[in-house]
Nanobody, 116 residues
């Protein structure tokens, strides 16, 4: 079992920045992939960014150049730095841990609202 706790969401104006944090209950060094998903009202939950155990990263096209995923293995924490935020980034953001044999684990989500 893996417990994930997100923090850092909130209300921000368009063009602003936020940094989300995900505290993980165990070492993340060997977890196959850590990621951030988001779900807007009435829409499906979509992958935003992912970082693999080897350090490779993936970003969905709409956030490339604006969002950065990173991790601190010593603190068992994963981050999502979000710059140049747009109203369409408004969603509940979920932290995710995935392993081929363990499956998916999810946090409770944190709300990000981009509005003037």
């Amino acid at each position: 079992q893996v417990q994930l706790v997100e923090s850092g969401g909130g209300l921000v104006q368009p063009g602003g920045s936020l940094r989300l944090s995900c505290a993980v209950s165990r070492s993340i060094f060997s977890i196959y992939a850590m990621g951030w998903y988001r779900q807007a009202p009435g829409k499906q939950r979509d992958l935003v960014a992912r970082i693999f155990s080897g350090g490779n990263t993936y970003y969905t096209d709409s956030v490339k150049g604006r969002f950065t995923i990173s991790r601190d293995n010593a603190k068992n924490t994963v981050f999502l730095k979000m710059n140049s935020l747009k109203p369409e980034d408004t969603a509940v953001y979920y932290c995710n841990a995935y392993g081929p044999t363990t499956g998916h684990f999810w946090g409770q989500g944190t709300q990000v609202t981009v509005s003037s």
